[in-house]
């Protein structure tokens, strides 16, 4: 679970990095788009996965060691992701 919660993040932080870039006049065509964008996936997942802290939080969320303040966090964790997509959706950036 906790791998799916990453990749979503990281996968909503390089489309924000991208549509930064291209609104901004860089990256102008696909393949530049696609290699930025896998890039900073990579770059995104590796750190994260390396930043232990957040990892025994996510995971002390999920097992129920935090308790209920865990299950209330991993919820607006999801909304914030939720708002995140539809911002990106409807206005074409993450953050308004």
């Not at 290699?35 to 994260?48: A, E, Y």
Request: with cysteine.
């Amino acid at each position: 679970m906790f791998e799916i919660i990453l990749y979503i993040i990281t996968f909503l932080i390089s489309i924000t990095v991208v549509g930064g870039a291209s609104s901004a006049g860089y990256l102008n065509n696909g393949f530049t788009r696609a290699f930025g964008g896998l890039t900073t996936q990579v770059v995104s997942v590796n750190f994260l996965y390396g930043y232990t802290n957040f990892e025994t939080f996510i995971r002390g969320c999920l097992n129920g060691q935090v308790g209920i303040i865990g299950y209330l966090f991993l919820l607006s964790l999801g909304f914030l992701m939720t708002v995140w997509v539809n911002n990106l959706i409807n206005y074409r950036q993450a953050i308004m």
